[in-house]
């Protein structure tokens, strides 16, 4: 039989009961709303995610000093001051794979320049820093290994740094001074923005290690030791080895580091996102049942009204089979214009969403795709016991019915 | 004479099992129909007409017996093959008319086209369809709906759907049950025309009147055939219409 013609039929009687046709659908159309709205808004924080993962570097391993404790009263974590520059070195040298280390040191310090001060936030870092963290300069040149073995006064700074204290010069030159001591301006790096905690990542001011062990700080230890491993599939053996090294060289002592890999923080980070997506999509997916229930209602309704028309046609010589296939077609026709109307709406929510509550959301032709089919899939599968019952009337029964 | 009986039957019969009871509604049937007969079948409800009826219309399966339409072995047919012969050899005119509502004209009479096996292309649906509301005299009204025609016209639009797919057979159940006695014998009218290009009608009727403008009258009385016999004094639609209009005439001068 044919299917254009069947279809024809079909968009004729759907049209013919215009509100109850627009009811039947209303289930699907919320259902793939919600389905493509829930995608696009978890799409979206998981992009977000991913890029601020991305913001700390591309396959970072960071090795944290563990909780100090003595007397009963416990520090938290990276307050023991055992991480050592020779701990680095020691990785760099022993476990394979790893391309770059930085030895970091974290500090607050006044800082002041061009007769203004300001707070900000201190590294002391290896010069390989950069490269780990994927940071660029948008002006400037970044210090050097001779820099770091001289403990040379000279730093690079964020943007935000740049804008509180040189508002529009060039800094480049100029003098920063830390603790009254002064600092030549290497370079300005170039803006990073907001990290997931929140921190402005441009409020900061980077110095040697050594310069910021010796001058500044006058300590021995590391806040932390980062590690870039060449591959993302080498991170987690270099984990282990890092870790390996590191109680190697504390003998027999109780472990007092971690190494955390940028993995488990993205996994962290994403799995908040995940979860809301999961959550909306199944109570969408449920709305999709219903809206099936819904079609397959209709559709039994529909047969039963149609009873006489079924009756007329097998009469005149249609099989089972083109009854099935016009009841069915109408079903899927029902399903399919409801699904492509929800895809509309879920994309007019999603970019509502963008505008008014400034959270990003990235609408995938996966899910447009998928949620398609789905209908299509939810017209079928609801709508085939109807059609089914419709071609196995009987024909006089079925011409008898008033 | 075999060769062109459009319909033969063959001791039919057909037993019904309503609850606990077997009711025998036709009891071995035996009719030859040749080509170009126009039979009325007459009888009182119950008399076993319907399901005979039914039984040629290839809608049901006689319980016993053979049945040979257009020298096709109907019996051993299935469901999916008795709608093939009902779509092709067979047109059926209802007393309910049975149209689509809310469906035009040409759209009713284009129906039986959409479930012939091989494809018609749509120009010439439309172009049969066309021809044969011409041919029952509603030319105009092709894109008229069901509810904009009168019973007559509607019935007509049925015969024209009957004949879009040039059956061997015109199948009439109670064709004027729902009409006035003009508008009966009108439909009568386009019946005895296609008879004489050779349609050939079968139609079942109550009314002693309508059956005498066939050619042979067929009457059953409990599952059986009780009479078949040439009608002889046949009615003539043209002369019973002039008849009918100088009645109205008379009544309404004498009022």
Known sequence: ?402 | MHNNAVIKLENIRKVYQTGEVEVHAVRGVSLDIARGEFVAIMGSSGSGKSTLMNTIGCLDRATAGEYYLDGVAVSALNRDELADIRNSKIGFVFQGFNLLSRTSALENVELPMLYVRHSVPRHEQIERATKALELVGLGGRIDHHPNQLSGGQQQRVAIARALVNQPALLLADEPTGNLDTQTSIEIMGVFQKLNEQGITIVMVTHELDIASFAKRNIIMRDGQVVSDKVVENRLDSATQLTRLREAHQSVKLSA
């Open chain 1, 1 to 402: 039989m044919r299917v254009f013609a069947t279809f024809r039929i079909a968009l004729r009687a759907l049209r013919r009961n215009k509100l109850r046709t627009l009811l039947t659908m209303l289930g699907i159309i919320i259902g793939v709303t919600a389905v493509i709205a829930a995608i696009s808004i978890g799409n979206g924080a998981k992009v977000q995610v991913e890029a601020q993962v991305a913001s700390l570097g591309q396959n970072v391993l960071t090795v944290f000093p563990g909780s100090f404790s003595t007397g009963g009263a416990r520090g938290g974590w990276g307050s023991r001051s055992t991480l050592t520059a020779e701990d680095a070195q020691a990785i760099m040298r022993e476990v394979d794979n790893v391309v770059a280390v930085s030895c970091e040191i974290r500090d607050r310090n006044q800082v002041l320049a061009n007769g203004r001060n300001w707070n900000t936030s201190m590294m002391g870092e290896s010069p390989d820093y950069l490269s780990i963290r994927a940071w660029g300069l948008t002006s400037g040149a970044m210090f050097t290994e001779s820099d770091v073995r001289s403990a040379a006064k000279v730093c690079i700074i964020g943007k935000t740094v740049a804008d509180e204290l040189f508002n529009g010069q060039d800094p480049i030159g100029q003098t920063l001074r830390i603790r009254d001591i002064p600092f030549k301006i290497l370079g300005v790096l170039q803006s990073k923005g907001v990290n997931f905690f929140g921190q402005d990542q441009d409020d900061t001011v980077v110095i040697p290690y050594t310069s910021a062990m010796r001058r500044v700080s006058g300590r021995d230890f590391l806040s932390a030791i980062l590690i870039q491993a060449d591959k993302a599939e080498h991170m987690e053996r270099i984990q282990t080895e890092a870790a390996a090294v590191l109680q190697q060289r504390r003998g027999g002592r109780e472990p007092d580091f971690t190494v955390r890999s940028q993995l488990e923080l993205a996994e962290m980070a994403t799995a908040t996102a995940k979860t809301m997506t999961l959550l909306v999509g199944g109570v969408a997916a449920i709305s999709l049942v219903v809206g099936g229930i819904g079609i397959m209602n209709i559709m039994l309704v529909s047969v039963t009204e149609r009873t006489r028309e079924i009756g007329i046609r097998m009469a005149i010589g249609a099989r089972g089979r083109d009854i099935l296939l016009q009841f069915l077609i109408e079903a899927v026709t029902l399903s399919i214009i409801g699904g492509v109307l929800g895809i509309c709406g879920g994309i007019l929510v999603s970019k509502i969403i963008s505008a008014k509550a400034d959270w990003p959301t990235v609408t995938s032709n996966t899910s447009i795709v998928v949620a398609f089919l789905f209908s299509a899939g939810v017209g079928i599968f609801f709508g085939f016991y109807p059609a089914r019952k419709a071609s196995k009337l009987d024909p006089i029964d079925a011409l008898r019915y008033e």
